[in-house]
């Protein structure tokens, strides 16, 4: 099941990291600093991991929406949640664990915002 490098991919590994990476770029547009993100590799798809930044769509469906709330020079910080790797081939794994190549072990998150991006209103 490798992906051979330069070679195009999709699947539900990187569709996610695609959510990541473009929640990241629009917060970075609006003046947050969000961490680069970092290559792994998860069932042999190297994918790089951007911050794992969500919101809910009423928090912000537009660019504009997401721009009023945060503040510029506002950073994106916690512990976060730390991803572990699943093999594919591992049957005790549950299947959409393997499908996707990892689960996440919570350290920290917020709800709605970080104090130092904005409010939630």
Known sequence: MKVPKGNPYHSATSGEMA???ANSLILRKAGVQVEDPVKQEFNGQEVE???RVVW???WGLTYADV???VKVG??????GWAIEKVDYKD?????ELRIRGFRFQKASSSKNSTPNLGNSS
């Open 49 to 51: 991991v951007w911050p």
């Open 91 to 95: 049957t005790s794994a549950p299947e």
């Open 19 to 21: 959510v990541y990476r």
């Open 56 to 58: 809910k769509p009423k």
């Open 67 to 69: 721009k009023k709330k």
């Open 74 to 79: 506002g950073s994106v910080k916690n512990k």
